[in-house]
């Protein structure tokens, strides 16, 4: 599977919009962004994904380069509750290889 | 809908004694993952079932670790004998079986199973 690069950890304020960036320049035609969280004591959760037009849910946004070579997720109001670990995934379209392959991911912390 | 559940929660062993986990995944869903995550390291794949067949094998570590799907509904990872190593979080997800169409799949997890190896 491509790889996928995240900056370690980011900060934000309650209330403000957070933009976590995700590089991955060699990602296939076939291969879908997929972004999951990781809450304290929790396991991973589902929060996006997307394969090459921007995609919203009630959760985040997801914004993809046009090149596809990174993507940007969009939480529009940080909440304490969003203080996780935000993992950037590519999962290739294909009938072999389903699992996930996650990386450091991003932890996000947010200030009250 | 009920979620993943996995049990037990957290488990206390003693190194060479023997832990059986658990895994319900969401009844209908057809693909089976089991992930562990071991201290400061990143999550990683165990393995993949599709109903009570293995799909993908490549994760498990060695052959301590046996994993079960008779009947394709529940799951068991045993770990015979446990060691200093394995202690962990073990993770469970499920998710439909969608033919080709894998790359959109979305994966549900558990909340994990944590084991402590002493």
């Known amino acids: 599977d491509a790889k996928t690069t995240q900056p370690n950890s980011m900060e934000s304020n309650e209330e403000e919009p957070v933009h976590l960036p995700c590089n991955h320049s060699?990602?296939?035609?076939?291969?879908?962004i997929h972004w999951y969280r990781q809450l304290p004591s929790q396991g991973p959760e589902y929060v996006i994904h997307?394969?090459?037009s921007n995609v919203n849910n009630r959760m985040a946004s997801l914004a993809i380069a046009e090149d596809r070579k990174s993507s940007t997720l969009i939480l529009h109001r940080a909440t304490l509750r969003d203080a996780a670990v935000y993992y950037c995934?590519?999962?290739?379209?294909?009938?072999?290889?389903?699992?996930?392959?996650f990386g450091g991911g991003t932890r996000l912390m947010v200030k009250p | 809908e009920a979620g993943v559940t996995q049990f037990p929660s957290h488990s206390v062993i003693e190194k060479g004694q023997t832990v059986t986990l658990r895994c319900d995944p969401i009844?209908?869903?057809?693909?089976l993952y089991w992930y562990r995550r071991v201290m400061g390291k990143e999550i990683k794949f165990l393995l993949h079932?599709?109903?009570?067949?293995?799909?993908?094998e490549s994760g498990m570590p060695n052959n301590r670790f046996l994993a079960e799907r008779t009947g394709g509904t529940y799951s068991t990872l045993k770990v015979q004998p446990a060691e200093l190593e394995d202690s962990g979080v073990y993770f469970c997800?499920?998710?439909?079986?969608?033919?080709?169409?894998?790359?959109?799949?979305?994966?549900?997890f558990g909340a994990g199973s944590r084991l402590t190896v002493l």
């Open positions: 009844s209908g869903h057809d693909n």
């Open positions: 997800a499920s998710t439909p079986l969608r033919g080709s169409r894998s790359g959109a799949n979305v994966l549900t």
């Open positions: 079932f599709v109903k009570e067949s293995k799909q993908d």
């Open positions: 060699t990602i296939s035609g076939t291969d879908y």
């Open positions: 997307g394969l090459t």
């Open positions: 995934i590519l999962r290739r379209d294909n009938n072999a290889g389903n699992m996930l392959t």
